[in-house]
């Protein structure tokens, strides 16, 4: 199996991840672990229509296998943006409601994430 963009940037993550949670950096922590989720919700395959439930989950056979997309280094980096934009949008709506502290910590955020778009 190849790598594709989306592993390569997940095991970059988890690599900073170990590091930010040995060192006790927990907003770190939590923003590569949304990051991480981020990504694994992207590679996620279209569901086509739901089966019974009983039919759904035959693990015996494999069929609760489904393979996972693969992402090319543009839709990681769009996924990484929605990130960054996301955080952008809520610390502006923080500092149009007077929450000063929370929009400095959405920016730290957005800083995190954007270490990964260089």
Do not use: C
């Amino acid at each position: 199996m190849t790598d594709n963009a989306a592993q390569v940037m997940k095991s970059r993550l988890r690599t900073d991840l170990l590091e930010a949670m040995k060192a006790g950096r927990a907003d770190e922590v939590k923003v590569m672990r949304a990051a991480i989720a981020a990504i694994d919700n992207a590679e996620a395959p279209p569901l086509p229509g739901l089966r019974p439930a009983s039919d759904q989950h035959r693990f015996s056979d494999g069929s609760a296998e489904i393979q996972r997309s693969t992402l090319s280094h543009d839709m990681v980096r769009s996924v990484l943006l929605a990130e960054l934009k996301e955080r952008e949008q809520a610390a502006a709506e923080m500092i149009r409601w007077g929450n000063l502290d929370r929009a400095e910590v959405l920016r730290a955020e957005m800083l995190i994430i954007g270490r990964y778009l260089a």
